[in-house]
């Protein structure tokens, strides 16, 4: 049987994992068995961070709704309680928009809530 030469597979396979991992520490972006073990970690994190960045931004809004009630005299969770009993569907990413980007708008949604609260 003839003799298979897979060098070029190699270089290209080694090439592409060291390129991969440009930019990380020490061994991690010049040495192949370390590149590929970061490579992989660093896959997981990103998978599991593309997740947690939802729960981070919803936070994030809930702190600037909340921030813009306070002059209203209204606490956050009052507030999202009123919103659901007057079934206005506003998520919290607008509301958090309005507040920064529009606050009349938002004045006039809260006068409007408090007018029909009970």
Do not use: C
């Not at 991969?20 to 192949?32: E, P, T, V």
């Not at 990413?93 to 606050?103: E, F, Q, V």
């Amino acid at each position: 049987m003839p003799r298979v030469k897979r060098g070029t597979l190699h270089t290209k396979r080694r090439k592409r994992i060291l390129k991969k991992a440009k930019g990380f520490l020490h061994r991690r972006k010049s040495h192949l068995r370390q590149a590929k073990q970061a490579l992989i970690k660093a896959g997981q994190y990103a998978y599991r961070d593309r997740r947690k960045k939802k729960a981070v931004f919803r936070g994030l809004w809930n702190v600037q709704v909340s921030a813009a009630l306070k002059p209203f005299g209204f606490s956050y969770s009052r507030w999202m309680h009123l919103l659901n009993v007057q079934k206005i569907a506003l998520n919290r990413k607008m509301l958090a928009r309005l507040a920064n980007d529009r606050p009349e708008v938002f004045q006039k949604i809260v006068e409007s809530v408090r007018e029909s609260s009970p």
